[in-house]
């Protein structure tokens, strides 16, 4: 008896240790990415950047950098690329950041970069500001002001600097005899106009969500003042305040009478792309991300010249201005705090300096920095985003912008329930508005 | 072979690899997410013990007790739907086709191997309005109706969510309850056509009874397999519209990787969890009473 106890007590044991010795192989990780010693002072020996599969453009142009004008830094630190599904953006950088895995410069979730969001609290992403010293003076005063107000700080690097607006088709508008709407109330004359003529006055990307969300956004920023949403975020307003239910009834309007097509509210962003750049819709409220499609010959059947731009209109009596356009600057792009030095530095400084002029030149790309060399042949759409970005003096941001993460996507999961009928303005706007103080 | 597995010492050889993997692999983290439900956090901003608070947070949760709603309903009609139809099917494989079945057995079983995404995008484009209208919305059309929007409405996704389901797991459950039929004597169907036995009453007193075991196999696999629907329902409307048909899965993934709340997430699991158990359970008691009685 005592022998057989003894031997179950020496399988178990052994099983113990096997599991213990498996558990430390799986949770034991270095803190350097490059697999030394981790510490704040050590810089890796490559400049690794992390981006979204959806963003190729970066990559290629991040590429050309390194072969091009910031070769020397390159060859001191050459260029390795990492990327992820924008969609798993928080779950990678959360698992390689509590490894002490971070690349050097990465893409993360607009929370998780702010001052109060897991690697801002944590002091893991790194000031550009400080970074770059002299060199920030190649990001526009307007780019920086709104990465500033979106993360908090100054943590990103506006590799794209978009605008929202309208795109139209400026024959239809010709046709139908209308001219750019100045007031929500002209906008639902020139949709009933554009109908009559025989066209779809919008299209927009129902499955997408956030399309529509915009333009509900858009309307409370017209009406209630730029700072709309930060008094939602600070709790000096609510989504259930009429001023704010108007932009839900606003978007309901334009849904309720059809202004939208078909199937708008399962409709992809490559298809409704396709309806606005194709001419069978009049008008798209999309951001400047556009141009990428409009200056495609392929895609574009309308012409480039054909393409006109124009802010979301005011409403009438609202506090907003027309002339606040609505802008981003792509995603968070952030620096990892912890393993700077001289080399990456340098990086970010050549990146700074060139990047502006070159993404313009070689793809057409609009960005927050600046244009330091002679750029020529830009595209006729790609030259009225420019001007139009030269004439602003103040931006607004977009709806969800100061939302957390789960009402971010709620704001955006709801957007069909509400257009189809299936959710009133005040359902929609009161579970928002439930989840938003959940988080606070 | 009896004194083979007679001795300990072969007996433990044999065992010992195969549950020393499986403890690690599947018993550990179970139990890993078991303790993590009773904590709050992330790997990055740290877990802070909570107790029971995520229990309660799930039972006063509206989305998560919809979400629980959408899987418990998914499991029941989905079950009941390929059940019938797989044991339909294999009754008319083994009673009316006999031996020229394999084509038709092959056909029906067919869409089983396709990916899941695939077959979401297929029958997401059968019933598209607008531009690329689908077949479905052209026939409706043809009989002078209106295109029908049914990925806008959570009765419409619900429902293409199931035949989808059913189109490409009806004839998996075809082949396994056409296995459990195969096993019945044919002396046992033959004695009991002679006792004047056909049809319906053949099915209901003889058929029905003795592939009840594989019968029961086939529910418990259903129910365990739809309560943990993810990937048709993502695929198909992204749980839409809204969260209307978001799944448990669906939103325990959202819970700890979109929004990094893993200690909830892993509340999430648990009651997933134990939603199988009770399921399984329920349907292996019922039938051991039948059983009995």
Same mark, same amino acid.
């Given at each position: 008896?005592?022998? *057989?106890?003894? *031997?179950?007590?020496?399988?178990? %044991?052994?099983?113990?240790?096997?599991?213990?010795?498996?558990?430390?192989?799986?949770?034991?990780?270095?803190?350097?990415?490059?697999?030394?010693?981790?510490?704040?002072?050590?810089?890796?020996?490559?400049?690794?950047?992390?981006?979204?599969?959806?963003?190729?453009?970066?990559?290629?142009?991040?590429?050309?950098?390194?072969?091009?004008?910031?070769?020397?830094?390159?060859?001191?630190?050459?260029?390795?690329?990492?990327?992820?599904?924008?969609?798993?953006? #928080?779950?990678? &950088?959360?698992?390689?950041?509590?490894?002490?895995?971070?690349?050097?410069?990465?893409?993360?979730?607009?929370?998780?970069? *702010?001052?109060?969001?897991?690697?801002?609290?944590?002091?893991?992403?790194?000031?550009?500001?400080? &970074?770059?010293?002299?060199?920030?003076?190649?990001?526009?005063?307007?780019?920086?002001?709104?990465?500033?107000?979106?993360?908090?700080?100054?943590?990103?690097?506006?590799?794209?600097?978009?605008?929202?607006?309208?795109?139209?088709?400026?024959?239809?508008?010709?046709?139908?005899? &209308?001219?750019?709407?100045?007031?929500?109330?002209?906008?639902?004359?020139?949709?009933?106009?554009?109908?009559?003529?025989?066209?779809?006055?919008? %299209?927009?990307?129902?499955?997408?969500?956030?399309?529509?969300?915009?333009?509900?956004?858009?309307?409370?920023? *017209?009406?209630?003042?730029?700072?709309?949403?930060?008094?939602?975020?600070?709790?000096?307003?609510?989504?259930?305040?009429?001023?704010?239910?108007?932009?839900?009834?606003?978007?309901?309007?334009?849904?309720?009478?059809?202004?939208?097509?078909?199937?708008?509210?399962?409709?992809?962003?490559?298809?409704?792309?396709?309806?606005?750049?194709?001419?069978?819709?009049?008008?798209?409220?999309?951001?400047?991300?556009?141009?990428?499609?409009?200056?495609?010959?392929?895609?574009?059947?309308?012409?480039?010249?054909?393409?006109?731009?124009?802010?979301?209109?005011?409403?009438?009596?609202?506090?907003?201005?027309?002339?606040?356009?609505?802008?981003?600057?792509?995603?968070?792009?952030?620096?990892?705090?912890?393993?700077?030095?001289?080399?990456?530095?340098?990086?970010?400084?050549?990146?700074?300096?060139?990047?502006?002029?070159?993404?313009?030149?070689?793809?057409?790309?609009?960005?927050?920095?600046?244009?330091?060399?002679?750029?020529?042949?830009?595209?006729?759409?790609?030259?009225? #985003?420019?001007?139009? #970005?030269?004439?602003?003096?103040?931006?607004?941001?977009?709806?969800?912008?100061?939302?957390?993460?789960?009402?971010?996507?709620?704001?955006?999961?709801?957007?069909?329930?509400?257009?189809?009928?299936?959710?009133?303005?005040?359902?929609?706007?009161?579970?928002?508005?439930?989840?938003?103080?959940?988080?606070? | 072979?009896?004194?083979?597995?007679?001795?300990?010492?072969?007996?433990?050889?044999?065992?010992?690899?195969?549950?020393?993997?499986?403890?690690?692999?599947?018993?550990?983290?179970?139990?890993?997410?078991?303790?993590?439900?009773?904590?709050?956090?992330?790997?990055?901003?740290?877990?802070?013990?909570?107790?029971?608070?995520?229990?309660?947070?799930?039972?006063?949760?509206?989305?998560?007790?919809?979400?629980?709603?959408?899987?418990?309903?998914?499991?029941?009609?989905?079950?009941?739907?390929?059940?019938?139809?797989?044991?339909?099917?294999?009754?008319?494989?083994?009673?009316?086709?006999?031996?020229?079945?394999?084509?038709?057995?092959?056909? @029906?079983?067919?869409?089983? @191997?396709?990916?899941?995404?695939?077959?979401?995008?297929?029958?997401?484009?059968?019933?598209?309005?607008?531009?690329?209208?689908?077949?479905?919305?052209?026939?409706?059309?043809?009989?002078?109706?209106?295109?029908?929007?049914?990925?806008?409405?959570?009765?419409?996704?619900?429902?293409?969510?199931?035949?989808?389901?059913?189109?490409?797991?009806?004839?998996?459950?075809?082949?396994?309850?056409?296995?459990?039929?195969?096993?019945?004597?044919?002396?046992?169907?033959?004695?009991?056509?002679?006792?004047?036995?056909?049809?319906?009453?053949?099915?209901?007193?003889?058929?029905?009874?003795?592939?009840?075991?594989?019968?029961?196999?086939?529910?418990?696999?259903?129910?365990?397999?739809?309560?943990?629907?993810?990937?048709?329902?993502?695929?198909?409307?992204?749980?839409?519209?809204?969260?209307?048909?978001?799944?448990?899965?669906?939103?325990?993934?959202?819970?700890?990787?979109?929004?990094?709340?893993?200690?909830?997430?892993?509340?999430?699991?648990?009651?997933?969890?134990?939603?199988?158990? @009770?399921?399984?359970?329920?349907?292996?008691?019922?039938?051991?009473?039948?059983?009995?009685?």
């Amino acid at each position: 008896m005592t022998i *057989r106890n003894s *031997r179950r007590r020496l399988v178990l %044991t052994g099983l113990s240790l096997v599991a213990v010795a498996a558990l430390a192989g799986c949770s034991g990780g270095s803190n350097d990415p490059s697999g030394g010693a981790g510490g704040a002072s050590d810089e890796p020996g490559s400049f690794t950047v992390l981006t979204a599969n959806e963003n190729q453009a970066l990559e290629d142009q991040l590429t050309q950098l390194a072969e091009g004008a910031c070769a020397e830094q390159n060859e001191a630190m050459p260029l390795e690329h990492q990327k992820t599904a924008q969609a798993d953006t #928080v779950q990678k &950088v959360t698992q390689l950041a509590s490894q002490g895995a971070l690349p050097q410069h990465f893409i993360a979730g607009t929370d998780m970069v *702010r001052p109060d969001g897991d690697l801002g609290a944590g002091g893991m992403v790194a000031d550009y500001e400080e &970074v770059l010293g002299d060199a920030f003076e190649n990001i526009l005063p307007a780019a920086a002001s709104t990465v500033n107000n979106v993360y908090g700080g100054m943590v990103s690097l506006p590799y794209q600097y978009n605008l929202e607006g309208i795109w139209y088709n400026k024959q239809m508008f010709s046709e139908a005899g &209308v001219d750019e709407p100045q007031t929500f109330a002209e906008l639902l004359d020139a949709s009933a106009a554009l109908e009559e003529a025989g066209y779809q006055p919008l %299209t927009t990307a129902g499955a997408d969500g956030w399309p529509m969300t915009r333009l509900m956004g858009m309307y409370i920023f *017209r009406n209630v003042g730029p700072d709309a949403m930060q008094k939602i975020a600070d709790g000096e307003a609510k989504l259930t305040d009429p001023e704010y239910l108007a932009g839900a009834e606003a978007l309901k309007q334009l849904a309720d009478e059809g202004y939208f097509g078909d199937g708008f509210s399962t409709m992809d962003s490559g298809t409704s792309a396709a309806a606005f750049l194709t001419g069978k819709a009049a008008m798209k409220y999309d951001g400047s991300w556009l141009l990428s499609n409009i200056n495609d010959p392929e895609q574009n059947e309308i012409g480039e010249e054909n393409v006109g731009f124009m802010p979301f209109p005011a409403v009438e009596g609202g506090a907003g201005d027309i002339n606040q356009w609505a802008a981003n600057a792509g995603a968070a792009m952030s620096a990892n705090a912890e393993t700077m030095g001289p080399n990456t530095t340098a990086w970010f400084e050549c990146i700074a300096e060139n990047y502006g002029a070159q993404a313009l030149d070689s793809a057409g790309i609009v960005s927050g920095f600046k244009i330091n060399d002679e750029v020529t042949d830009v595209p006729a759409a790609t030259a009225v #985003v420019q001007e139009k #970005v030269e004439g602003i003096d103040e931006t607004v941001l977009w709806f969800e912008a100061l939302f957390d993460a789960k009402s971010n996507s709620l704001a955006s999961t709801n957007a069909s329930l509400l257009v189809t009928g299936q959710m009133s303005a005040e359902d929609y706007m009161a579970e928002l508005q439930a989840s938003i103080e959940a988080s606070l | 072979m009896s004194r083979v597995f007679g001795d300990r010492k072969t007996v433990l050889i044999l065992l010992v690899p195969v549950l020393a993997v499986y403890g690690l692999l599947k018993v550990v983290p179970v139990l890993w997410s078991l303790g993590l439900s009773f904590f709050e956090g992330n790997t990055l901003r740290g877990f802070e013990f909570v107790g029971l608070d995520n229990f309660t947070t799930f039972f006063t949760d509206g989305p998560a007790l919809h979400a629980l709603w959408v899987t418990v309903y998914f499991a029941v009609v989905m079950t009941a739907a390929q059940v019938v139809m797989g044991y339909l099917l294999a009754l008319m494989y083994v009673f009316v086709l006999r031996k020229g079945s394999a084509f038709l057995r092959t056909a @029906v079983f067919f869409p089983m @191997v396709l990916p899941t995404v695939a077959v979401a995008m297929l029958f997401k484009s059968f019933v598209a309005v607008g531009d690329n209208q689908g077949p479905v919305n052209d026939v409706i059309n043809f009989f002078g109706g209106d295109s029908v929007e049914f990925l806008a409405t959570t009765s419409g996704t619900m429902t293409v969510a199931i035949l989808m389901t059913l189109w490409t797991s009806m004839g998996f459950y075809a082949v396994l309850l056409y296995t459990g039929l195969l096993d019945i004597p044919d002396e046992v169907i033959e004695s009991a056509r002679i006792d004047g036995a056909s049809g319906l009453r053949l099915v209901r007193h003889i058929v029905l009874p003795l592939s009840a075991p594989i019968l029961l196999s086939s529910i418990i696999f259903s129910f365990n397999s739809t309560l943990k629907v993810f990937d048709s329902l993502l695929a198909l409307n992204n749980g839409g519209p809204g969260t209307s048909t978001s799944p448990l899965t669906l939103y325990m993934y959202r819970t700890a990787f979109e929004y990094a709340e893993y200690g909830y997430g892993s509340t999430i699991a648990l009651v997933l969890t134990l939603l199988c158990l @009770v399921f399984t359970v329920t349907v292996f008691r019922s039938s051991a009473k039948r059983t009995e009685d």
